[in-house]
């Protein structure tokens, strides 16, 4: 029972030592046109065909122009709202849900290369949770939602690109 304590007593200490705000960002080179990766970043309704953690997107209309939708993944629903939609560089999407014990934001910018495409996407967000802060820290990564969601895009654009460390 002590042991049980105390590593209870030390996930909530390391994350409590661990910032609630972070601003993580990752990069990939792609061999498609930035219009071509900007069309499938920017289809939200369309991601239920290349990302395997989306099993449905409901596009909501809204009286106010932008762009808010819902996505139902294995775990749970995410509704977000897109922020910037700059074509065919900038995308910014922002989570709306307010019960989830995060935040995030995530900044896409496609530049031309080259070569292609770099896609880099920048996440500022916010964890409240403690315990939460310490797995995300410790042992999820605060970039494992960005490493996968560029390693299916590229996968969907039939390429074997590997999400690299990007410039916030």
């Not at 939708?69 to 922020?83: D, F, I, M, N, P």
């Amino acid at each position: 029972m002590a042991l049980l304590v105390s590593i209870v007593a030390a996930v909530l200490v390391g994350g409590m030592a661990t910032p609630r705000h972070h601003v993580v960002s990752r990069a990939i080179l792609l061999r498609a046109a930035p219009e071509a990766v900007w069309h499938l970043v920017r289809d939200v309704a369309g991601y239920p065909e290349w990302r395997d953690d989306i099993y449905s997107v409901s596009v909501a209309s809204s009286s106010d122009g932008q762009l808010h939708w819902t996505e139902v993944g294995r775990q749970r629903s995410v509704s977000y709202l897109a922020t910037m939609d700059a074509p065919p560089e900038r995308f910014s999407r922002k989570i709306t849900d307010d019960d989830l014990g995060y935040s995030a934001e995530w900044q896409f910018v496609i530049s031309a290369i080259d070569t292609g495409s770099r896609v880099t996407v920048t996440e500022t967000g916010e964890v409240g949770n403690p315990i939460f802060r310490f797995f995300g820290t410790h042992f999820i990564g605060y970039t494992s939602g960005i490493d996968a969601f560029l390693t299916e895009l590229a996968l969907h654009l039939g390429e074997r690109a590997k999400p690299q460390p990007g410039a916030p």
